[in-house]
């Protein structure tokens, strides 16, 4: 027992939730269900009473609420049971969710995004309530996060999220304290026009060269975000990256296609207001396109002398001996709902390389993982000792 942590039995719980493929496939059967049934054993199996709730057929998201034994700030431990594809399972060297332990590193798909961080977030709940503690505790391992974040949205609008002072979202930073994290925008534009034969084209209306003039602005306009905000210290740069471009529903070199489509995916740092840039997009479009939001997150920053940042930065240095670093999330989480629809100051914080997840051959660190729960033990001690104070003036 470390810091009340069970090690063996830690690592036994990552290994079993690495081992169940919860990636979306749902015509192969496969959803996060099981894992979210193995996550509601566990929290049974301590005493708990965890809450479980479709967020979409099939899609579970679970979480428990440990009362303290006086008054105190309410604080969220937060991740998520969806994994990404593992892709072909030839180019593994390892099987995908074999959850092998190998020389010091736990393999295999979510290994570190983020089976590792959910198993830690709930050991080190256990070691907390083991003890009289102020305040209140949640514990929510939800559904879709690596899709449209079905999970957290209805969380957040079933009213679950009401009252929480903050939160630690337990995804893979590779030790650094996640205090910002960029937003996204997720944009389809769709292009009208009319088939025609390819050799008498003045018969149709072709709608791909308005399509392709409109991404060249696209260009243009990330140049000038990137010149108006400048490098962000933990998040780089905002971009607006074309990752998908089709024409028409058939490939034929002699028809003119009678519609041509656009995806963006937008990624911006705090400096960028999202209502602006889509108005900025709106005025690239010429007549006969079309913009479609498909989803839209924030970008997120907490302020460093937060009460859960100074926690979980206090943590860090109580079990590893030295002051982490600052950083931030390249992608975004489910902290940005957080934040979104419900204002909760958000902190990102866990277990495994933030640049190995949704690679083949995944993986965590087996002392990472421990240790990663023993601060979120420390973290919690810290934060519910603070008081009510949600300091929101200072996110």
């Known amino acids: 027992m470390l810091g009340g942590i069970d090690r063996q039995a830690l690592i036994s719980f990552t290994q079993e939730l690495?081992?169940?493929?919860?990636?979306?496939?749902?015509?192969?059967?496969?959803?996060?269900?099981?894992?979210?049934?193995?996550?509601?054993?566990?929290?049974?199996?301590?005493?708990?009473?965890?809450?479980?709730?479709?967020?979409?057929?099939?899609?579970?998201?679970?979480?428990?609420?440990?009362?303290?034994?006086?008054?105190?700030?309410?604080?969220?431990?937060?991740?998520?049971?969806?994994?990404?594809?593992?892709?072909?399972?030839?180019?593994?060297?390892?099987?995908?969710?074999?959850?092998?332990?190998?020389?010091?590193?736990?393999?295999?798909?979510?290994?570190?995004?983020?089976?590792?961080?959910?198993?830690?977030?709930?050991?080190?709940?256990?070691?907390?309530?083991?003890?009289?503690?102020?305040?209140?505790?949640?514990?929510?391992?939800?559904?879709?996060?690596?899709?449209?974040?079905?999970?957290?949205?209805?969380?957040?609008?079933?009213?679950?999220?009401?009252?929480?002072?903050?939160?630690?979202?337990?995804?893979?930073?590779?030790?650094?304290?996640?205090?910002?994290?960029?937003?996204?925008?997720?944009?389809?534009?769709?292009?009208?026009?009319?088939?025609?034969?390819?050799?008498?084209?003045?018969?149709?209306?072709?709608p791909i060269p308005p399509l392709g003039r409109f991404l060249a602005a696209c260009g243009e306009l990330e140049r000038e975000l990137q010149a108006a905000n400048g490098e962000h210290p933990y998040l780089g740069w905002d971009y607006i990256t074309p990752t998908a471009v089709s024409a028409g529903s058939w490939e034929q070199l002699n028809v003119i296609p009678d519609t041509a489509w656009a995806l963006l995916d937008i990624r911006t740092t705090p400096r960028t207001d999202h209502a602006q840039l889509l108005e900025r997009l709106r005025g690239r479009l010429e007549g006969g396109l079309d913009l479609e939001v498909i989803d839209e997150r924030p970008p997120t920053q907490t302020a460093e002398d937060h009460p859960v940042v100074v926690a979980v930065v206090a943590a860090h240095e109580r079990v590893y001996g030295q002051r982490p670093r600052f950083g931030g999330v390249p992608g975004t989480t489910d902290g940005t709902i957080l934040w979104r629809d419900a204002r909760i100051p958000i902190v990102t914080y866990g277990p495994g390389g933030k640049w190995i997840a949704h690679q083949v051959d995944e993986y965590v660190e087996v002392e990472e993982l421990v240790r990663a729960a023993e601060v979120y033990v420390e973290a919690a001690r810290l934060f519910l000792s603070v008081g009510m104070e949600s300091s929101s003036s200072r996110v």
């Open 18 to 206: 690495v081992r169940i493929p919860s990636v979306n496939r749902p015509a192969e059967g496969l959803t996060e269900y099981d894992a979210a049934m193995l996550v509601a054993e566990q929290m049974r199996s301590l005493g708990w009473s965890p809450v479980v709730e479709e967020a979409a057929p099939r899609r579970p998201n679970v979480f428990a609420i440990l009362e303290g034994d006086r008054p105190g700030p309410t604080l969220l431990f937060e991740g998520h049971t969806d994994v990404v594809t593992e892709g072909a399972a030839a180019a593994w060297t390892r099987a995908p969710f074999g959850a092998e332990i190998s020389e010091g590193k736990l393999y295999g798909r979510g290994a570190a995004d983020m089976k590792s961080g959910v198993a830690a977030m709930i050991h080190a709940a256990a070691a907390i309530a083991r003890e009289p503690f102020p305040g209140r505790l949640i514990v929510a391992a939800l559904a879709d996060e690596e899709g449209m974040m079905l999970g957290v949205k209805d969380f957040v609008r079933r009213g679950h999220a009401a009252g929480v002072d903050a939160a630690i979202v337990c995804e893979p930073e590779e030790r650094e304290v996640c205090i910002s994290q960029k937003g996204a925008i997720r944009v389809r534009v769709l292009a009208q026009g009319q088939m025609a034969h390819g050799a008498m084209p003045q018969h149709g209306v072709n």
